[in-house]
């Protein structure tokens, strides 16, 4: 007896069917355990992340180095050192600062509340006055456009609580100083055995496992993919911190305080596309007002901070850096608020750095080309 080919079409319709869906669950499973992988290990990936920047940053370097006969062990210790000091320099010095700024807060947050109390009181005087002078209309139709006697608020209670929240603050700051400390060893020591341990274990992986078939292109596409990787970090922080030097030095030009510890601020601020920006107007902006007081000089801080960064945005960073910055707005502002909702702070300051990575290396190995299109999505 022949069997109806029309339903064998069908069934096999289907399990076809049926597979793609569990296909497509199991994907579904795997996205979200990932996801919550990253998110309850930040403390691990984090720390590995970092290394793996800045082993990408001085492998050029050490690798020349090894062709002229020093041995790598010498010279990722001396390159390290040569990174690691000016930044304790930097840190030490902008210590002293940071530890003024954090006690002044709450005597800076009564002064500039009271400044703004005087100015809203000058403008509700004013604007009594102007309508002492007009004649009165009954309003008694329209009871809701009448205002309501504005109450004031206990400064003293308010004063009150920004000071326990400074405190709370100060104390979750140095409960996570040791776990913080911890991972910054932990990160320089990986960083070290990366540049040492890490060539070997590469080229016995290219040269030695069976899952390789086309060994002369992996080496290739390896070595393409650190330059790429290496000339895009290396570049970007070369940038961020000459605006962060100017920025300093603009500051320090029209005798702002703790010029230095603002340019820093901003230049590791800028790690961060739109966001970081944004974040440091409002800080100079604070900064101005503290020093200055409510007048237009308080707007100097910005300026210069605005100035630099538009020709760093606009013309230094696209001429330099070219197509691997060629990236949607909203595609960075997505994963900036992934990054930040997986690894908080630090994931935001790492967020743009690791997608360029993973942008360049799917470019050097040339798959997923609608994906590419898809993140350099412009008008």
Known sequence: MKQN????????????TRDVRVVRLLIVLV??????????????????????????????IVTKLKEWRIPRSISSITLLTML???????????SEPVERWMKALPQISEQVTQQLTEFSEAIDGTQQNAEDKKPSVNN???????????????????EERFKQGSRQMMFEMLLATPIFLAQVLGAIVLTLFLLIFGPPLSKVIIND???????????????????????YILTISIINTGLGALTAAGLAYFGVRDAILWGAIVGLLNFVPYIGSVI??????????????FIDTAFIPVGVFITLNILESQIITPTVLGRSMQINPLVIIVWLFLSGWLWGMLGVLLAVPIFVCIKLTLQQMEVFPHWLKFIEAQE
Request: proline share 6%.
């Open 140 to 158: 008694t139709a329209y009871p809701w456009f009448e205002k309501e006697p504005v109450k004031k608020q206990d400064d003293t209670m308010v």
């Open 209 to 231: 496992f069976p899952i390789i078939k086309n060994r002369h292109r992996a080496r290739a596409l390896i070595k393409s993919i650190q330059q790429a990787l290496s000339h």
């Open 5 to 16: 080919p029309l339903l064998h079409r069908h069934d096999d319709f289907k399990v076809k």
């Open 280 to 293: 440091s107007v409002g800080i100079l902006l604070f900064v101005g007002v503290v020093q200055f007081g």
């Open 31 to 60: 996205a979200l355990s990932t996801l919550y992988t990253l998110y309850f290990a930040q403390s691990l990936i984090i720390p590995m992340v970092f290394s793996m920047l800045v082993a990408l940053l001085l492998s050029r």
């Open 84 to 94: 690691i000091a000016p930044l304790m320099f930097l840190i030490l010095e902008l």
